[in-house]
């Protein structure tokens, strides 16, 4: 008879959250432990590929010369900035794209073909609609994430069980309290991991954005570094906007866990 296995290693087992921690790190200091002995070993050319000694080094000079905090503070304004509009836009949108079947058919074929377009393309015409300020950057960043979000809002919204909606009309409800009441709350939970995913979307058109005409912001600082093939100073605007994102999606993780911890399934 065999031993069962560990319920960590078990299909789809599960892990506590302690262990999930102490997993997580030990992978990552594993990946720079290879990484630096690569590098010092002479397996990677510094100029495409510096260490993350080199990194931590060069990123320590950057916060030094005040080349980090005040950047990283205008991009994280811009992302927040864009990413409300986006989200202002797109709930009510993608809630009455789900309530009702004409909107639905109006407006899908738009927001299909338009998130299909590359959005480095559509910077020129940007720039033409907008000029060089701060407009065309969170116009950029709107663009790269509304059009996804939408139809993320749209089938949240569908998932959400017709008998509910059913229930709520027997009981005498209105479309607006069905909305409001029933459809809203049912798919909050999901709504929110929504959100988060496409938070970390929009973090990703940030290079686009900070390079228009752009003084200020990460996206500046690794775009003028990469004028001067300064790599290692690449990498670590890389690493402050990879290590912004990790908080920020923790942070949203914990307030799900917190809000919605009655979804927690009993082992």
Partial sequence: MTRPLPKAFAFRGSISRRANVLVGLGASFAVLLV???SSSEGWLDPTFLPSPVEIAQSLW??????????????SIGRILAAFALSAAMAIPIGLLMSSYRPVNAALEPIVDFIRYLPTPALVPISI?????GEETKIFLL??????????????????VPNEYIEIART???RPFQI????????????LVDNLRI????????LIIAEIVASDSGLGFVIWNARRYMQ???????VFVIGLIGLVSDQLIRALHRRVFGYLKTTD
């Fill in 35 to 37: 990484w630096q002995i």
């Fill in 61 to 74: 000079v950057m916060v030094l010369e005040g080349q980090i905090v005040g950047n990283a503070v205008v």
């Fill in 128 to 132: 033409i609609w907008f000029g060089v």
């Fill in 142 to 159: 709107w663009l790269g994430t509304f059009f996804q979000l939408v139809l993320l809002v749209v089938d949240d919204a569908n998932r």
């Fill in 171 to 173: 009981l005498g409800a």
């Fill in 179 to 190: 909305l409001a009441d029933v459809a809203w709350r049912a798919m909050l939970p999901n």
């Fill in 198 to 205: 496409t938070l970390g979307w929009c973090w990703t058109y």
């Fill in 231 to 237: 790599t290692d100073r690449v990498m670590a605007g």
